[in-house]
Structure formats: structure tokens, C-alpha cells
């Protein structure tokens, strides 16, 4: 247990409030601490990498730090399950499992982050056929507020609603993953793609290759870059049709050092390291920065592109750069993709936190009939009973915070007001 001195994420917009931190070696101290903590009164979250936005891993209790919970294995190598501590990163799992010949599906833009992190807020790559993060997820052991230990395993009645849980059930001490045999990606990027031309083929577009992302700052009707992540499973890519050219040199999506991306140029290699967009050494994205992100149904993609292109000059001044990525969907009651294949628009701020709560209204505006979902972990404007109000499960998922807490240990400020 230590004081916490000063704490913030990891962008530094969220000053984290808790009386004290806790940073347990193994999961039977992680029990204890949970325990104790939940006997005298305080409330408890818990925190993995701290790469979350929004306030989510913050708390005025207690607050967990999986630091050390950092053990990998054993693999089942018939069912596929991989047993991982909830505080292991997606870089030194994708590192383990690779010697292995093993693999997970799929990644999100940086490998810094922890599974348990990821999996606890939604997380996501792109692919038309990717579930996100969450979905690889075959079982958990849960800390509960009492310090016993539950398991949970894919098929239990309660098992879709506490994979994607904010922290709110209680801690996580050990996921069992869904993995695959290892498989090789080949990264490559084009340039300079008609906006309207992508729009009108976006379907094709993005089930063209395993994982597509598309970069926009939304100032010109331009796609200013397609990263294609593409196995052998795929054919050749080919953008020239909608205007692009294919890069000559690694490109930054925000034009920073490239050196800080995985492998360009179409060279193939393992899937861990292609998948991820920065490589785990590095600075991920543009480093001073705010994100935010929002879901909708696949089939308004073109619809709520243009919608946001029509308010474009009302981004101009905090804008750094737009993603576009697709997720299949899941039945994870909590998960930003239930129930839709989902197109999410992220977007890359400049580190103004002013600037940035004055466009998030408008976003949220022309986005509105979409019925958009903002990203758990990162900023929006939406309140969180209406953000909560997007999820036909929400109120199974409320019932279950109320069965598996019912003191409100786990209970977030940030979200469950
Ligand atoms: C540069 C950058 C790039 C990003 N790229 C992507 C991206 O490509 N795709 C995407 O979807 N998101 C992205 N994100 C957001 C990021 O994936 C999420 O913030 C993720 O939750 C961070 O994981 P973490 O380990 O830092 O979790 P934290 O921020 O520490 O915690 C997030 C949530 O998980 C809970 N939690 C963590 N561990 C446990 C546990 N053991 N038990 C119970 N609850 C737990 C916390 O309580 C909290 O509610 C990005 C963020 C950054 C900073």
C-alpha cells in the first residue's frame, strides 16, 4: 500500500483522487486488499496502464493498481485458452504467445495498454470479421467485495455481462483468452483517397483486407491515409481506383516520426507486431493529445462521415487527426459494439481540454440520430444516463452490480451517478 502523491492518466487530463493506492503482488494479496478495503467502507476501483480518458479508472477510495500482477501461462493448446494476470500488457503477451505459435486476433492501436484495461472498457482494432478486444475474453476470475474469488466462463448466464464491466463488478485478477494460431500481417499505407470515393465503397472498402483504418482530418474531402493490414488470406489492395497513391516511405498518421509505427511497406511478419499501429518502445499516436471516439451502425458510415465533414471547420482548431475503423458485433452487454457491426469515428485532439468540450457538443449533435456510443474511455459530452440508455442490456447490467456489490464498493463516480 503507498500514499498516492500525485496521480493522472496517461494524457494527463485526469487527476486521479484516491485515498491511497494498492499495488498487490499476487492474487491472494490482490483478495486481501480488496477485503479489507470493502470492510472498511471505502470504495474501490482499479487501475491497469492508466490510458483511459475519461475518469474511469479514477476513485475516492481505494485504488487497485495491477502493476504487478504481470504472470503469463500455461496455454491450453486444444481449446486455445491462454491463462494471463490482469496486469499484463498486449505487448509482452503478443511476445509470449508468438514463441509459442499462437496469436491473438487482434489489437488496438498501441500494445502499452493492459488486456484486463482493454477488455474491461471495449476496446478495439478494426475488421469487418474483429470482435473487439473484449470478445476474446473465454473466462475471469472476479475479485468480489467480500475478497472471494468467482469465476466466470463463456456460456454462464451472467458471463456476456461481465466481460466489458468499467471496473464496476469488482477486480479481475485473471482472464482466460480466446487465442489462434500464429499468423503473419503485411502493413501497407496509401495516400490521398477521395473522400466521396471511400464513402461510396465503404463496405468494400473496408472488408478489402483483415484490419483497415482510415485517417481523415476532415478539413477536405479526402481520406489522407488507408492503413491496410492484410494476411494471406487476402488480395492484392489496390486504393488507385479511389484517387490514392501507395506510400513510398513510412508515414505517421499525424505526420510524426514514423519510427514510432510498426512495419510499413507491405514486408510481412508476425501478427503482433503489425496489428498494433505503435510499437510498444515508443511514444503511441501524437503523445500530448485527447481522444474521443463514437460508435455506429455500420451502415450509417457514409451518412455520419458526411455529417461530421459538414461541421468540419468547427474541428479546425483542436483536430490532430480522425480514425475510422470497423468492429463486428458482439452480444457484450456493455460493449460499444453490441448487437451492431459498428463503425467507429475516433478522433485526436490537440491537449485542450477548453477547446475540446466546446466541439464535443456538436459532434454529439450531428451524430445524434445515429445513435452514437461513445467510447467508454474517452471524453464526451454525453451524459452517462444517456450513454447508459444506448444499451439494451443496460438495465440486466445494472442488476447485476446490484447483485454481485451490493454495498456499491466497486461503484464509479464517473459514470454511475
Ligand atoms: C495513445 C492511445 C491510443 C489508444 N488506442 C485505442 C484503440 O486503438 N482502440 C481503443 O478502443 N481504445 C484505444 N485507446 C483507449 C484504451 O484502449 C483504453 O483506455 C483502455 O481501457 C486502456 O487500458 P488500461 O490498461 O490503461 O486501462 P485503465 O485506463 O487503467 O482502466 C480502464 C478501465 O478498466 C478497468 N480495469 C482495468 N483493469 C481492471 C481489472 N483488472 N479489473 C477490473 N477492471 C479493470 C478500470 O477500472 C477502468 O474502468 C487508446 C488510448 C491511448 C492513450
Not at 500500500?1 to 487527476?15: I, K, R
Not at 491463462?83 to 509482452?92: N, W
Not at 478486444?133 to 472476479?142: C, E, M, R
Not at 459538414?310 to 470497423?326: F, G, M, P, Y
Request: aromatic letters at 8%; a negative charge; hydrophobic letters at 45%.
Amino acid at each position: 500500500m503507498s500514499s498516492p502523491g500525485q496521480m493522472n492518466n496517461w494524457a494527463g487530463n485526469v487527476a486521479f483522487g484516491p485515498t491511497r493506492v494498492v499495488t498487490p503482488r499476487d492474487v491472494d494479496e490482490l483478495c486481501a486488499a480488496v477485503a479489507s478495503a470493502a470492510a472498511a467502507g471505502e470504495r474501490v476501483n482499479t487501475v491497469g496502464t492508466a490510458h483511459s480518458f475519461s475518469a474511469i479508472a479514477d476513485t475516492d477510495g481505494a485504488l487497485v493498481s495491477t502493476e504487478h500482477l504481470r504472470r503469463i501461462g500455461p496455454i491450453d493448446e486444444v481449446s486455445g485458452w491462454v491463462t494471463i494476470e490482469s496486469g499484463v500488457r498486449f505487448a509482452e503477451l503478443g511476445d509470449w504467445l508468438n514463441h509459442r505459435g499462437w496469436a491473438l486476433h487482434n489489437l488496438p492501436s498501441l500494445p502499452h495498454i493492459t488486456v484486463a484495461g482493454a477488455a474491461a472498457t471495449a476496446t478495439h482494432g478494426s475488421g469487418v470479421r474483429n470482435g473487439n478486444i473484449a470478445t476474446a475474453v473465454a473466462a475471469l476470475d472476479l475479485v468480489l467485495a467480500d475478497g472471494s474469488l468467482r469465476r466466470f466462463v463463456d456460456g454462464d448466464p451472467e458471463f456476456s455481462g461481465v466481460v466489458v464491466a468499467l471496473g464496476a463488478l469488482g477486480v479481475v485478477a485473471r482472464l482466460q483468452v480466446r487465442v489462434r494460431p500464429a499468423f503473419d500481417v503485411a502493413q501497407s499505407v496509401w495516400l490521398g483517397a477521395g473522400l466521396a470515393a471511400v464513402l461510396d465503397r465503404f463496405d468494400d472498402v473496408m472488408s478489402s483486407a483483415y484490419s483497415v483504418s482510415l485517417f481523415t482530418n476532415w478539413q477536405h474531402d479526402v481520406i489522407q491515409q488507408i492503413w491496410v493490414k492484410a494476411t494471406i488470406d487476402d488480395a492484392p489492395f489496390d486504393a488507385s481506383d479511389l484517387g490514392a497513391t501507395a506510400a513510398m516511405s513510412d508515414v505517421h498518421p499525424v505526420g510524426a516520426d514514423p519510427a514510432a509505427c510498426t512495419p510499413q511497406g507491405g514486408v510481412s511478419g508476425p501478427s503482433h507486431e503489425r496489428l498494433a499501429h505503435f510499437r510498444s518502445g515508443f511514444t503511441p499516436s501524437f503523445g500530448a493529445e485527447l481522444q474521443t471516439e463514437y460508435f455506429v451502425d455500420r451502415r450509417d458510415a457514409a451518412a455520419a462521415a458526411q455529417a461530421i465533414r459538414s461541421i468540419a471547420d468547427r474541428l479546425a482548431s483542436v483536430i490532430l487527426i480522425s480514425e475510422i475503423r470497423t468492429i463486428a458485433a458482439d452480444d457484450l452487454w456493455m460493449s460499444t459494439a453490441y448487437g451492431r457491426d459498428s463503425v467507429s469515428f475516433h478522433f485526436t485532439w490537440r491537449l485542450d481540454p477548453v477547446g475540446v468540450s466546446k466541439v464535443l457538443p456538436l459532434l454529439e449533435d450531428v451524430l445524434e440520430s445515429f445513435d452514437p456510443r461513445p467510447h467508454w474511455a474517452k471524453l464526451t459530452a454525453v451524459a452517462p444516463a444517456r450513454q447508459l440508455g444506448r444499451y439494451p442490456r443496460a438495465d440486466d447490467f445494472i442488476a447485476l452490480c446490484t447483485a454481485l456489490d451490493p454495498n456499491g464498493t466497486f461503484r464509479n463516480r464517473a459514470w454511475q451517478s
